[in-house]
């Protein structure tokens, strides 16, 4: 079958990478894709993104299944568009799309859900129009977490260490208004532990666990700087065991997908479940409705058998296909420009040359985000310019592993985390 996979990063060349392995697929197709991605069965589709553009791809290339990697994507309602066209697509509806887009339903939904989450509060009418009195609710949070709530490409949350750094983040906020604002803004209470993602394939109520990863938002070692689209994963998390991952499917995603029903928006498509753990306390952090990106570079890796047809058939809710694991450990290490991850008015370097060293160690992949191919070869196009991906049996071994390959991937002004997948 030919699929087709929508998005430019990281996320969308792993699943082009991984896919194209599988028996049942002929050929992947990406749109709009990125100069870095290449394989035998993988095609970049440079056109521009728009309804007609789409029907006409998919009529020429005879496609069968969509994949959408971006969430914008799903918000401008490809699911919908392929439920006219009667094709496969693995992702929500547009409706079932605001689980992820707007962080006030998400809340909302969870508190009504009976979800269990932090408290939270929307103050989104006193940050236009009532600043003063903005400003005095972070005297209400011990650890004032700010979030933007419409789609801010990962930038949009602001952990605080205390009232007085929430305050200095509400006034830059309001001085350089960011993306996704216009939805609103919501203050919650922050809550201590260790961070884990967990995966879930989904059609209705019925769900296929895919995989546990951490992810690495900070930009810095040791967790510091401003929130990032992500400088890391590594999958499995090792502590995650069969009784966690029960827990979580009957106290949160049985809830959400129930919940989604009841709303008549039946979710279809990976549910991310964004989860802070302290002992045997769990809070609901976030949802993503789609693929997550690094996590995507680690978890894909570590699935064996054809995925590309297990994919498909969730779209029918047919689970009938037991999806197996490699008894491995999978890192990705990112490689940042200059300047990333852009807040408040920084400056991401673009158009430095990008060497790469022919001998790149065994189990492992070069994962190409933000490139453009010029004549002097690939450059920098973006902030998250590319990552390495390495697996093994031993996690320590696939660690030293991808960071050894990744020296062997160069840029002016790279930056990366050196900790990702050391203290778990």
Known sequence: MNVLILGSGGREHTIAWRLSSDPTCTRVYIWPGNDGMEGEKIETLPDSFCRENFEEIIKNKKIHLVIPGAEKYLYEGISDWCRDLKLACFGPSSNASELEKSKLFSKKFMIESGIPTSRFVD????????????????????????????????????VCSDSE????????????????????????????????????????????????????KRVF????????????????V?????????????????????????????????????????????????????????????????????????????CSGNFSQELKFKKQTAVHVVKAAKGYPGLFGEEVEKGQLIKIQNNLLDKSKII???????????????????????????????????????????FKGEHFRKDIGKNL
Not at 123 to 138: C, E, G, I, R, V
Not at 150 to 157: A, D, E
Not at 376 to 391: K, Q
């Open 238 to 314: 090792p502590w995650v065991n069969d009784d966690f991952i029960s827990k979580v499917s009957q106290k949160i995603l049985e809830p959400t997908l129930k919940g989604m029903k009841k709303m008549d928006t039946p979710f279809v498509g990976i549910l991310f479940l964004g989860l802070m753990v302290n002992e045997d306390e769990i809070n609901l952090l976030e949802y993503n409705v789609r693929f997550g990106d690094p996590e995507t570079q680690v978890l894909l890796p570590l699935i064996e058998g054809d995925l590309t047809n297990f994919i498909l058939n969730c």
């Open 368 to 410: 190409f985000s933000g490139v453009k191919k010029m004549k002097e070869g690939l450059v920098t196009n973006g902030g998250r310019v590319l990552g390495v991906t390495s697996w093994s049996k031993d996690r320590f071994e696939a660690l030293q592993t991808c960071y050894e390959s990744l020296e062997k991937v160069q």
């Open 123 to 158: 103050f989104s009418d006193d940050f236009q129009n009532n600043f003063h009195k903005a400003l005095s609710l972070t005297e209400e949070f011990k650890k004032p977490v700010i979030k933007i709530s419409g789609p801010s490409l990962g930038k949009g949350v602001f």
């Open 221 to 236: 070692d040791g967790d510091r700087g401003p929130n990032t689209g992500g400088m890391g994963a590594i999958s499995p």
């Open 165 to 216: 750094e929430a305050r200095s983040i509400l006034g830059k906020l309001k001085d350089e208004p960011q993306p996704g604002m216009e939805e609103g803004i919501l203050m919650e209470e922050g809550v201590t532990g260790k961070e884990v993602s967990l995966f879930y394939a989904c059609s209705d109520e019925k769900y296929s666990y895919l995989g546990s990863a951490q992810d690495y």
